[in-house]
């Protein structure tokens, strides 16, 4: 039977205050120091709930507890942990359509792709729960007689995991299934302003795993307060890895403090992703990928389309078709069957409107209703923003490197277009921002995908289809400035929440020295 959990329904409640949220530490609610409220940003009038933020030592008393709770959770056989994951994924699949709601409640998700995020956690705990009865080490021969080598996987200790909103579960599970598979402990930040998601996906966990106490800690906290939990806890050797994704400006900063206690951070950050359209393309599919990849989500998803970098040959036809198909585009009510719905806060919101002042006059804009005169480009673009947070999709042709519009990441619903003449040259534009999480190319035309794989620097890569919407199982994670290499996912995250211990057996009862003892041939 699904958990009683229940989260606050959709259609919206007419209370102004649905619920008052909290950290929860060793099991305990624990209440912060100040509340902020976390507003539907489809309906601003709606609260979703309060957040009760934590100051920072209340950070490092969760890390505390997570240590203490961590040597038992490792002694728990990994078979037995795999069960509770198969448990945590059952419960969550029975509850996904409330938690789906909540989703597209508190951050403006449209409902089919918040299912579709509840989804992923569910596939991330298909995937691991086996694995509890894998965890394989090797046995390895040798080098003197009577003595065998072994490697065994230890989990890394205690696991800090500090989240973006735009993701607010599939991406937690992605580093809290594996951490907690591997016999690690968490505490998790996850962002303000989806915390009534978080505290729904921290009981789910809890309660459908059956975790002790202690062993999966949540706390709400800003950037600030974090950061000092953070700094403080690996300064007491509180923490042992820290699992980040969000803006590449705070995951250098994240970078930084971890690496100066020695310790290392798995870093997903942004992306300026681009998508290919070579003269060989089927055009009403790239159109339909760059239309999906650009403006699913408002464009909020780190693996969003940046730019569209199309053959000169096909150009106008491009911008013709894509910008009738944007302008076709269905924008409103997430809970409706839209393309894209609200951006995700008013700090998002307020950092888009700079970024649309990033529009120059050697840029042709098209808004839904065609083009847009030059001159005024943000003319038409804003919703009502006294009751949602809605902007219009755009698309701006005419990008070039050194724009701006060309080079950083806007986690906003808007598309630049440019074009090239060789496909080296669409390589060279594709890789000039200089982050490097995802990328596509629409051809029909082998050679060309596969040379556009070797050239691009990207940790993923489509051939004819989205820039977003990788699965659950790949490797997940980008170059440059979209990360420190780290990669998330399937079986690659295993060396992220554990660390090789080497053991050598020596059964022959006497020292036998290694390089020293050695019987030459
Ligand atoms: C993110 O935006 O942080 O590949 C992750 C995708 C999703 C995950 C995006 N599965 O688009």
């Not at 959770?73 to 359509?97: L, Q, S, T, Y």
């Not at 820290?242 to 798995?266: D, M, N, W």
């Not at 005419?398 to 808007?414: A, K, W, Y």
């Not at 598309?415 to 080296?424: E, F, I, M, N, Q």
Request: charged residues 20%; negative net charge.
């Amino acid at each position: 039977a699904p958990l009683p959990v229940s989260p606050p329904e959709h259609p919206r409640s007419t209370t102004t205050v649905t619920r008052t949220v909290t950290s929860v530490v060793d099991g305990q609610a624990v209440p912060g120091d100040h509340t902020v409220a976390s507003l539907n940003p489809a309906d601003l009038d709606d609260v979703v709930g309060e957040v009760s933020l934590a100051p920072g030592r209340i950070f490092t008393a969760a890390a505390v507890v997570a240590k203490n709770a961590q040597r038992a959770w490792a002694d728990v056989p990994a078979p037995v942990r795999g069960r509770a994951i198969a448990h945590i994924g059952r419960v969550v699949e029975e509850n996904a359509e409330s938690l789906a709601r909540l989703v597209t409640r508190e951050i403006g998700k449209p409902y089919a792709e918040a299912l579709g995020e509840v989804r992923e956690i569910v596939d991330t705990c298909d995937f691991f729960l086996g694995e509890g009865r894998r965890l394989y080490g090797q046995t390895v021969p040798s080098e003197m007689p009577d003595k065998q080598l072994f490697t065994f996987r230890n989990p890394v200790g205690t696991v800090a995991v500090i989240t973006a909103g735009n993701f607010p579960v599939a991406v937690p599970s992605w580093y809290i299934v594996p951490a907690l598979l591997t016999g690690n402990t968490i505490v998790w930040k996850p962002a303000e302003y989806s915390a009534v998601v978080s505290n729904a996906f921290h009981d789910l966990f809890v309660k459908g795993g059956g975790l002790p106490d202690g062993v999966f800690n949540l706390v709400h906290a800003d950037g600030a307060e974090t950061y000092a939990g953070l700094q403080e806890s690996l300064e007491l050797g509180y923490i042992d890895k820290v699992g980040f994704t969000g803006s590449s400006e705070v995951g250098r900063e994240i970078g930084a403090l971890t690496g100066r206690h020695l310790q290392t951070a798995c870093l997903e950050l942004g992306g300026k992703n681009p998508l290919v359209v070579t003269p060989s393309a089927d055009l009403d599919l790239a159109v339909e990928g760059a239309l999906f990849s650009g403006f699913g989500t408002a464009g909020q998803r780190c693996t969003s389309l940046g730019t569209v970098i199309v053959h000169e040959s096909l150009h106008d036809e491009f911008v013709r078709r894509f910008t009738a198909a944007v302008g076709a585009a269905a924008v409103g009510d997430p809970a409706q069957d839209v393309l894209m719905g609200p951006l995700l806060d008013a700090k998002f919101a307020e950092r888009y409107e700079k970024f649309l002042g990033w529009v120059q006059p050697q840029h042709t804009v098209y808004g839904p209703t065609g083009r847009i005169t030059a001159g005024n480009p943000r003319d038409g673009f804003v919703g009502d923003p006294e009751k949602g947070l809605f902007y219009h999709p755009m698309v701006v042709d005419g990008v070039r490197p050194g724009d701006e519009l060309f080079d950083e990441e806007t986690f906003g619903p808007i598309v630049g277009v440019t074009s090239y003449t060789t496909l080296d040259e669409a390589i060279d534009l594709a890789n000039a921002p200089g982050y490097g999480l995802s990328s596509s190319i629409y051809t029909t035309n082998p050679a060309d995908a596969f040379a556009y794989r070797r050239g691009i620097s990207a940790g993923m890569v489509s051939i004819n289809n989205s820039t977003s919407g990788a699965e659950a199982h790949l490797p997940f994670g980008g170059n440059g400035k979209s990360g420190n290499g780290s990669r998330q996912s399937g079986m690659w995250v295993l060396d992220q929440f554990t660390r090789w211990q080497s053991v050598n057996w020596d059964y022959s009862g006497r020292l036998q020295k290694a390089q020293m003892d050695v019987a030459d041939l």
